[in-house]
């Protein structure tokens, strides 16, 4: 089967600091792929180039089997949803305008679809109706993060790229995200790749796990395999805490809620 993103070979430096030597990576379409490592290993840097915000030094990127060179940019990026660390909504544009942004060029006739597109995602990512008109800067973090995701869902993408989308939020909204996020997920059949720092949300969603440690990958497997059979020693101390929660002795462990099909 033809591989929805594809990275080949791919090299990428920063100045004389190689970040990926030899980067190969293959999400096939419909895909939850969760990636976790440690702090600047490059998981950032892995999501930018998908969408051809950076460019790698050597190797190819595909996108549908295309390389990213060929394709057009823009059509390109709107097919690739992209909520990232931190806020970047437009500060001077309402919340509506923010969500409503990349559906408006698409659908600059039809206002009425537009609005009932962003309530619709405002409901989705939990955001009330009253901070339709409201600006970023009247915003909470996690609003504001809310918004970011609303936005990147919008436009309907097929490929979902996430940057520790929910950071900023308590503990009881990340679940009800996780939850939506997950919900989403099964109905539109999107290829997600989510970067997180949380190890049980990766286990979580992940209908596969990438672990990155110093631009290489550790892992790239279903999330009980990671359970079962830890790779390497990264991995193995990355899942320890985990399994321990489990309260399970090995042989038990699929009892484990992880199935890899999601969140339950
Ligand atoms: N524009 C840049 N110029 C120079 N170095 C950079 C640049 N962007 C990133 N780096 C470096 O490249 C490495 C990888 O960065 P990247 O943002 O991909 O890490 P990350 O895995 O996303 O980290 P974190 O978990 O902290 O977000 C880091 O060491 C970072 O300092
Ligand atoms: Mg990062």
Redesign the pocket.
Known sequence: MQAMIEFRHVKKA??D?V?LKDFNLSVEKGEFVTII??????????LKMVNGLLEPAEGDILVEGESIREKDQTQLRRNIGYAI?GSVLFPHMTVEQNIAYVPNLLNKRDKKKTRDAVSKWMRIVGLDEEMRERYPAELSGGQQQRVGIARALAASPEILLM??PFGAVDEITRGQLQTELHQIYEKTGITVMF?T?DISEALKLGTKVLV?DQGEIQQYAPPKELLHHPATEFVGRLVEQERRMCHLPDDRLEECEYSGAGAK
């Not at 490592?37 to 490059?42: A, L, M, R, T």
Request: glycine share 20%.
């Open positions: 920063y100045g600091k970040i490592g440690s702090s600047g290993c490059g998981k950032t840097t892995v660390q940057d520790e970067v720092h990155m």
